[in-house]
């Protein structure tokens, strides 16, 4: 459980900080140039949607092939999950919303996303080794 809990945590805080970097600081004109997005975002609704995100993809983490398995596993799966999710902020929103330009929305959410589920990749990996080294000391 504290595992699992851990996995969301990680979640949470890579997407987090990630987006929080690329939203205000790095990409700030990029995001405001778009004209539906609110002045005042609803903090408390994207944090839900992180806890969520972070409980399914924590479930289906412990029960893939990539748990528990090596870092680069962790990376591949940290990839995988953010090939999946980053399809719809790049592409959907690029085919629903008014963006500046499609080109620029495309690499900056693709580079964002690769970067956020790159760390998240690496802290499941970390949280496996912390484990394992966890349960080797209690065994001896």
């Not at 972070?54 to 479930?59: I, N, V």
């Given at each position: ?16 900080a ?43 983490y ?48 693709i ?5 956020q ?23 001896v």
């Amino acid at each position: 459980m504290i595992t699992h809990a851990l996995r969301i945590a990680a979640y949470v805080m890579t997407t987090f900080a990630v987006q929080m970097v690329s939203h205000f600081i790095v990409n700030a004109e990029h995001y405001a140039a778009v004209g539906h997005m609110r002045a005042e975002p609803i903090f408390a609704l994207g944090v839900l949607a992180m806890l969520i995100q972070g409980t399914a993809l924590s479930s289906l983490y412990a029960r893939s092939q990539w748990a528990r398995s090596s870092m680069l596993s962790s990376l591949q799966f940290g990839w995988l999950v953010g090939v999946f999710l980053v399809s719809y902020l790049a592409l959907a929103e690029a085919a629903k919303y008014t963006v500046p330009a499609v080109l620029p929305w495309l690499g900056t959410e693709i580079a964002v996303g690769f970067v956020q589920f790159t760390i998240y990749g690496a802290l499941l990996g970390l949280l496996d080794v912390q484990r394992r080294d966890s349960r080797a000391a209690a065994a001896v």
